[in-house]
């Protein structure tokens, strides 16, 4: 079983930042897929946050997240990065790592292979 491990959520006022991690394991990474991350709000569906590449610079996002999220990697401890910053109350959600082997399509849930048991984020107002 493939675990991905997560971490960084909290509890953060409106404007404020917070980081997330997601590590893969070494042996379940490959250089043609990547990494996403998701969320999901109490009541609402799952939904796209952020993808990366393990290779080449291209990044994705949803729209809301343009210009206050900046997902990055570090190839060499096989780790994502989730930059949030001027965090909003409708950024509250839990978050979900996911790592597809393939990167066919990197909006989309069923794109991905593996998930992570997903970590809380609280924005306050």
């Known amino acids: 079983q493939v675990q991905l491990v997560e971490s960084g959520g909290g509890l953060v006022q409106a404007g404020g930042s917070l980081r997330l991690s997601c590590a893969a394991p070494?042996?379940?990474?490959?250089?043609?897929?990547?990494m996403g991350w998701f969320r999901q709000a109490p009541g609402k569906e799952r939904e796209f946050v952020a993808a990366?590449?393990?290779?080449?610079?291209?990044?994705y996002y949803a729209d809301f997240v343009k210009g206050r999220f900046t997902i990055s990697r570090d190839n060499a401890k096989f780790t994502v990065y989730l930059q949030m910053n001027s965090l909003k109350p409708d950024d509250t959600a839990v978050y979900y790592c996911?790592?597809?082997?393939?990167?066919?399509?990197?909006?989309?849930?069923?794109?991905?292979?593996?998930w992570g048991q997903g970590t809380q984020v609280t924005v306050s107002s």
């Open positions: 996911a790592m597809a082997l393939r990167f066919t399509e990197a909006t989309y849930a069923a794109g991905y292979d593996y």
């Open positions: 070494v042996r379940t990474v490959i250089i043609s897929g990547g």
């Open positions: 990366i590449r393990w290779s080449g610079s291209k990044t």
